[in-house]
């Protein structure tokens, strides 16, 4: 048996139907914004390995920290132990965080960042005895597939079979710029409640449901009524994190401060598995006791894995290097030149960018969700050009690693350009 028989009688692919679908390609290296296939192809990671990897891949900075620190000490239980890389790390978010944020939690992947950020919300309030149980989300989220990320994000086709499990939440309409106002008064009735234990988004754009942005204003107005009616708020910057808005956190562009932030994705450069959820010292005050029925009982075998945060501690160190800050600013800037080119054409229904998002939607007269025949066809186009773009629906989007050259950008926009210009006559 080749590989690819050997990976189809044994393992079950993420988000892949079992039948029906393309072999999975055989990734062999990886190698800055190139993943090298065994038959030779250079592929394109235009969408940083699910907006992952942030510095490119097999960087050498990430690698030896993680090299030295797997000889050194690769994992010990983090409960009633530490060590360096986790104490190192945590003391780096909290440098680059938004100043209100005073401790970090470690867990393994986005859905756990985000079940550990609605658990503290919960407990919170249940340890100061105070009856808020209700969650308000935005419309359209997502945030992660474990039970609680689930229940707090959109009622779609992916969580149909599991609804009846999920807890029930207050959803608002996305707040489109055109119904802010209402978005805003429906957001006070349900604050003024009282009931709400904490308010739960993805600042600026919501990633999964098709790179969704909204204004920063209003989410400021949504904070400022939380604060006002005691709401915990809950920021996931899962997708945000780390620079992909043009700002270090989304929560920058913000005047008003979330409680609590749930981080992963680019925490660790996309080198290793690792979820982290700040808060601030008002949420510690209230776990702040030596009554184990206060305590935060929850943890991971791997939390805090320490090759992990290594890897942690050696992308914030890329981060804040001035070749990153330009780097990202360079992108940004590169992405509103292809949006001024391609805005207008009667194939383009939208196209929108923030920092280092950028998102295009197609016109088409059928279905235009996750499940879009569209998709269908982007997919491959894209990848027959040795360009990887995993399109949601009718919707193409590039998040680059930062080091992608403008010429390798170029490369992207050009195949775009490309599908548009082929769609456009075929639907003509
Ligand atoms: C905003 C947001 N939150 C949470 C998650 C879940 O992260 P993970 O896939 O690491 O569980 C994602 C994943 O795409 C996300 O975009």
């Given at each position: 048996?080749?590989?690819i028989?050997r990976?189809?009688?044994t393992i079950?692919h993420?988000?892949?139907?079992l039948?029906?679908?393309?072999d999975?390609?055989m990734?062999?290296?990886?190698e800055?914004v190139?993943?090298?296939t065994?038959?030779?192809r250079?592929?394109?990671?235009?969408?940083?390995?699910?907006?992952?990897n942030?510095?490119g891949h097999?960087n050498?900075?990430?690698a030896?920290?993680?090299?030295t620190?797997?000889?050194n000490l690769?994992h010990?239980?983090f409960?009633g132990?530490?060590h360096?890389?986790a104490?190192?790390l945590a003391e780096?978010?909290l440098?680059i965080?938004?100043?209100n944020?005073?401790?970090?939690f470690?867990?393994?992947?986005g859905?756990?960042a985000?079940?550990?950020?609605i658990k503290?919300?919960f407990q919170y309030w249940f340890?100061?005895?105070?009856e808020?149980?209700r969650?308000?989300?935005i419309?359209?989220?997502y945030?992660g597939?474990?039970?609680g990320?689930?229940?707090?994000g959109?009622?779609?086709d992916?969580?149909?079979p599991?609804?009846?499990h999920?807890?029930?939440v207050d959803?608002?309409?996305f707040?489109n710029?055109?119904?802010?106002?209402?978005v805003?008064?429906?957001?006070?009735?349900?604050a003024?409640?009282?009931e709400?234990?904490?308010f739960?988004f993805e600042?600026?754009?919501?990633?999964?449901?098709?790179?969704?942005?909204y204004s920063?204003?209003?989410?400021d107005?949504l904070l400022?009524?939380?604060?006002?009616h005691?709401?915990?708020?809950?920021?996931?910057?899962?997708?945000?994190?780390?620079?992909?808005?043009?700002?270090l956190?989304a929560?920058?562009y913000?005047?008003?401060?979330p409680d609590?932030i749930?981080l992963s994705?680019g925490?660790t450069?996309?080198a290793?598995?690792l979820g982290a959820?700040?808060?601030?010292?008002d949420?510690?005050?209230?776990?702040?006791s030596?009554?184990?029925?206060?305590?935060?009982?929850?943890?991971?075998?791997y939390?805090?894995?320490p090759?992990?945060?290594?890897?942690g501690?050696?992308?914030?160190?890329?981060?804040i290097?001035?070749?990153?800050?330009?780097?990202i600013k360079?992108?940004?800037?590169?992405?509103?030149g292809?949006?001024?080119?391609?805005?207008?054409?009667?194939?383009v229904?939208?196209?929108r960018t923030?920092?280092?998002?950028i998102?295009?939607?197609?016109?088409?007269?059928k279905?235009?969700s996750?499940f879009?025949e569209?998709?269908n066809?982007l997919y491959?186009?894209f990848?027959?050009?040795d360009?990887?773009l995993?399109?949601?629906?009718?919707?193409?989007?590039?998040i680059?690693?930062?080091?992608?050259?403008?010429?390798?950008?170029d490369?992207?926009y050009?195949?775009?350009?490309e599908l548009?210009?082929?769609h456009?006559?075929t639907?003509s």
């Amino acid at each position: 048996m080749n590989w690819i028989e050997r990976d189809k009688s044994t393992i079950w692919h993420p988000f892949t139907p079992l039948k029906g679908v393309a072999d999975p390609l055989m990734v062999t290296k990886a190698e800055g914004v190139y993943l090298h296939t065994d038959d030779g192809r250079k592929i394109i990671d235009a969408v940083s390995s699910w907006w992952v990897n942030l510095h490119g891949h097999g960087n050498p900075h990430i690698a030896k920290a993680i090299a030295t620190q797997a000889s050194n000490l690769e994992h010990v239980i983090f409960a009633g132990f530490t060590h360096e890389p986790a104490i190192k790390l945590a003391e780096s978010l909290l440098k680059i965080l938004p100043s209100n944020q005073s401790r970090v939690f470690y867990s393994d992947n986005g859905s756990t960042a985000v079940e550990v950020a609605i658990k503290m919300a919960f407990q919170y309030w249940f340890n100061k005895d105070e009856e808020k149980k209700r969650i308000i989300a935005i419309d359209g989220a997502y945030h992660g597939d474990t039970f609680g990320s689930m229940s707090v994000g959109e009622r779609s086709d992916f969580t149909k079979p599991f609804v009846e499990h999920l807890f029930e939440v207050d959803f608002i309409d996305f707040p489109n710029g055109e119904n802010d106002k209402e978005v805003i008064q429906t957001f006070q009735a349900l604050a003024e409640s009282g009931e709400i234990a904490a308010f739960i988004f993805e600042p600026l754009i919501q990633g999964a449901s098709g790179m969704r942005m909204y204004s920063a204003e209003t989410l400021d107005k949504l904070l400022s009524i939380a604060e006002e009616h005691n709401i915990i708020c809950i920021a996931d910057e899962v997708m945000t994190g780390f620079g992909r808005t043009g700002k270090l956190f989304a929560s920058d562009y913000l005047v008003n401060k979330p409680d609590i932030i749930c981080l992963s994705k680019g925490l660790t450069g996309g080198a290793l598995a690792l979820g982290a959820t700040s808060c601030t010292s008002d949420i510690i005050d209230a776990f702040n006791s030596e009554d184990l029925k206060k305590t935060f009982l929850h943890g991971h075998s791997y939390t805090a894995n320490p090759m992990a945060c290594a890897a942690g501690v050696a992308s914030y160190e890329l981060l804040i290097t001035p070749e990153c800050q330009d780097n990202i600013k360079r992108i940004a800037e590169k992405h509103i030149g292809f949006l001024s080119r391609i805005k207008g054409q009667r194939i383009v229904k939208d196209v929108r960018t923030k920092g280092t998002v950028i998102a295009i939607e197609i016109e088409t007269n059928k279905d235009s969700s996750y499940f879009s025949e569209m998709r269908n066809m982007l997919y491959p186009f894209f990848l027959e050009k040795d360009i990887l773009l995993r399109p949601l629906g009718n919707l193409i989007y590039i998040i680059p690693p930062y080091i992608i050259k403008n010429e390798e950008l170029d490369l992207v926009y050009s195949a775009i350009e490309e599908l548009l210009n082929k769609h456009s006559s075929t639907s003509s």
